[in-house]
């Protein structure tokens, strides 16, 4: 690699002195808007880099923030990340990224590189089987702030970011409900982290609201991807009787296991409804286009990095905040509708 | 923020020497098993952080990859993006990633952060209208090495990872004149970026080649959205004769697009045959599923992390290699199956 360009190579080339220099790259209003636009001009055709490492050295911050994300290859994922950079970037800040590929072992050797990259706070989504949370532990000791967003936990007050999953489950049923379905079956992942615990819960709640009766068989447990659904849709078409509603707590584990029923000469919605959870643009492709649970993730990823920012700028304390919980509604559409004036 | 432990805290705490402690850190084999278990878990407990800063300042190199992609929020996009963390993670680097927003000033921008962070390369996937590169020429000057992939460019000799987008839309089109279809048109976005440009190439190729006329009415040119899809599906049922083969560059356009025209009563494939682009999981809900062209987003985000890695490392010297092509195939699915034995 080439020898660094120094401020002292500009002040040389330019006959000024290094401190001239030094406070027009500053932007010190001392210094003549001429006598800037010619250093600039010249820091960039020398290939002139601010030093932000030596700098990041003194300052002991790093403008950079880590993001740990079960997996990034989802689209849910892709637009909470996409929140993330655009909000850090307009505030000066980079991001780092890291998934766990839903590994708590990997989850925790991301954090420790991101540890020793000296980020100056991190945003974390749990991977699926995370119990122990120690490797989050070195963060704490050194007072870097961490904010847990939609795969969250309860960790010495660490500010959680999330919808109200169980409210948005109970909704989803009781639309199932509303439209005429009385035996339901909810279609989910195991209930290990809060978003499935939830969920779970809101589908109880409703059932029990409505004075419907509920039991196991009418949970089917599985890892939500496309060939879940198509799983999940044998399961129900032996069931006697047959469901006539189900609430999926994935839009693309839905739309598959929707699809696979018609094939078997199921109607949607007459024979079942269906509704799914995120809003991912599957469901406008889906015939019936699918009922869900509007989920804000490009918003949540806003709302996380400007929450971690304002407490890195000391605007705000996280730490006064237990949770920052965002809007979730239910979208109705054709899957679910089976009382046509709704 | 706290006093940061340094090894010679951790040798006085230990009373032994700090060479001793140093060369345990780096995993030293004239240093005991036992000594390092000490030292390690004292380390772990006061909150040790090796000094990646300050070695890296000495290393001149920070172990980090800068991508730069148009936007996160796109299924393909963030499967890229798994690839390249999976790899550049496994090889001991970190990723910041960055989006312009389709929008070159953006991407600018972005490159200059990057460059400031002195990451030690770039991985860019250009924005849509990105026709001057002098915001890339400070990398070049300092020997940063870059590699552009999906959205390339000819940019003094550095080395782009893509398919051959050309053989691809050739391969669609003439599977679609294959099953009978005779008045073709491409949807499709502006021809300005190679993708689009290519696509269009090997469209209008297989049409000669087959001995079909070809005219610029049969190019439909929006920006791809779902909202695209329903705009092409109004203009392509007024066309006269209705057209019975469409080449979409986009599996979600092409899908809604689909959709569309079977609510206003015309048959998929019967009437119109479709093939997408890309391979996303919303072909397997579409009804018919979409055939499509597999672009293997994930694999491209592993090779080109692989590729800036092993020159990085003195391995391979990228700029020996002009090109990395991948392998795009076509997969044929019920929306172009007009010939029931194909």
Chains 1, 2 share one sequence.
């Not at 991190?122 to 904010?147: C, G, N, R, W």
């Not at 609201?209 to 799983?231: C, F, K, T």
């Not at 990823?301 to 509604?329: C, E, K, M, P, W």
């Amino acid at each position: 690699m080439e020898k660094e360009v120094t401020i002292y190579d500009l002040a040389h080339k330019l006959e000024i002195s290094p401190a001239t220099v030094s406070r027009a790259l500053q932007d010190h209003p001392a210094i003549s808007k001429k006598t800037k636009k010619k250093i600039f001009e010249l820091a960039e055709e020398m290939g002139y880099r601010t030093n932000n490492f030596a700098r990041n050295l003194r300052n002991k911050n790093t403008n950079t923030i880590g993001v740990i994300v079960p997996r990034l290859d989802s689209y849910f994922m892709s637009t909470v990340i996409a929140g993330i950079e655009n909000t850090a970037g307009n505030l000066g800040y980079q991001i780092i990224i890291s998934q766990s590929s839903e590994q708590v072992k990997k989850e925790a050797s991301s954090a420790n590189t991101l540890f020793n990259s000296r980020v100056d706070g991190l945003l974390v989504s749990l991977a699926y089987d995370t119990e122990d949370l120690s490797h989050f532990d070195i963060f704490l000791k050194k007072k870097v702030p961490i904010i847990f967003f939609d795969r969250v936990t309860d960790y010495d007050g660490c500010m959680n970011i999330l919808i109200d999953n169980r409210k948005a489950a109970n909704e989803a049923t009781r639309h199932l409900i509303q439209q005429g379905c009385r035996r339901l079956v909810h279609l989910t992942a195991i209930p290990k982290r809060n978003v499935y615990i939830d969920r779970l819960e809101g589908f109880k709640q409703a059932l029990e609201e409505a004075g419907l009766p509920y039991s196991e068989d009418q949970v089917i447990i599985d890892n939500l991807s496309q060939e879940a659904g198509v799983r999940a849709a044998e399961i129900i078409s032996k069931m006697k009787p047959l469901p006539d509603g189900v609430f999926v707590s994935n839009d693309n584990c839905a739309t598959v296991c929707m699809i696979t029923l018609k094939k078997m000469g199921i109607r949607i919605p007459e024979d079942i409804a269906f509704v799914g959870f995120n809003n991912d643009p599957v469901c406008k492709v889906a015939e019936p286009n699918l009922t869900t649970i509007n989920y804000p993730g490009y918003e949540m990823g806003q709302v996380a990095a400007r929450s971690l920012i304002s407490h890195l700028s000391g605007a705000v304390n996280i730490h006064a905040t237990t949770a920052i919980t965002l809007r979730a509604d239910l979208i109705v559409r054709a899957s679910s509708m089976r009382i046509k004036s709704s």
